[in-house]
């Protein structure tokens, strides 16, 4: 199995990780209760679920392309040195970045994504050239 496929079977893990921490946040701000409900009439999040929110809705944002290139990495066959760094920076810096986007050191979540997305571009470059 390529290095890439192994990363994008992993990253299901890694969904799991942002989704129990996006869920965790907002249970302990809103309560178990109201998180039971439809959820009308919801107050705005306190600092931590609403961070907790925006960290998964910007996971979502870039895990579709990853699984994208992923995929086509290992159907075209074109798994080489590129497309394994590639994923593997996508996949540590996501890793990186829940944690990073709960800690006020300026310019670190950033940064953290910066570096995640050099890792698509090294995988689109790789499967696509």
Request: proline share 3%.
């Amino acid at each position: 199995m390529s290095t890439e496929l192994t990363l994008l079977i992993w990253s299901a893990v890694l969904a799991l990780g942002y989704v129990v921490v996006q869920s965790t946040a907002y249970r302990l701000d809103y309560g178990i209760v109201f998180a039971g409900t439809q959820r009308d009439n919801e107050r705005p999040p306190n600092k931590w679920a609403a961070r907790g929110n925006k960290a998964l809705r910007n996971f979502l944002e870039t895990y579709a392309i990853f699984i994208a290139l992923a995929v086509a990495t290992e159907i075209a066959g074109r798994s080489d040195g590129l497309t394994q760094w590639g994923a593997q920076i996508w996949f540590w810096a996501r890793w990186a970045y829940l944690p990073a986007y709960f800690i006020d050191i300026p310019f670190l979540r950033s940064g953290i994504w910066t570096v995640s997305m050099i890792g698509l571009v090294m995988l689109f470059v790789g499967v696509a050239f």
